[in-house]
């Protein structure tokens, strides 16, 4: 089951290393259903892993911590994501400006999803995004 995790994430850890952590103990300590679990097939999961920078995480208690102490970082790779996801294409370096503004709204909102999700709607290359020829 491993082996199949490492291939998946594979390309991502190339991208950005800082998400090795968070994807594994993510997906490694949760049922489809989404309840935690501590053990598969009788082993007891081991979910320690260490960030990019060298922090170490043995559970979801310490990725909350060190998500939190990096909420910048993760907001703006998540905002990124999902105004990536919204646009249908990569951003580009003039879409950097835009990530920042919802970005610094979204703090000022304490973080709120919806603070992060009405700065992409409202946000400039999502408003001025071309239809393609399929009328997509």
Avoid: H, W
């Amino acid at each position: 089951m491993m082996k199949r995790r490492r291939r998946f994430f594979g390309s991502q850890r190339q991208r950005d290393p800082g998400l090795q952590a968070v994807q594994l103990v993510a997906l490694c300590a949760q049922r489809r259903a989404g309840a935690f679990r501590m053990r598969e097939a009788g082993v007891r999961i081991d979910t320690a892993t260490e960030l990019s920078d060298g922090t170490a995480i043995a559970g979801v208690n310490e990725l909350r911590s060190a998500l939190l102490a990096r909420s910048d970082r993760f907001t703006r790779t998540f905002i990124e994501n999902l105004l990536t996801y919204a646009l249908g294409r990569g951003l580009v370096a003039d879409d950097m400006p835009a990530v920042r503004t919802i970005a610094r709204r979204a703090a000022a909102r304490d973080y709120r999803f919806s603070a992060v999700l009405e700065g992409i709607v409202t946000s400039m290359p999502f408003r001025m995004r071309l239809k393609t020829a399929g009328g997509e």
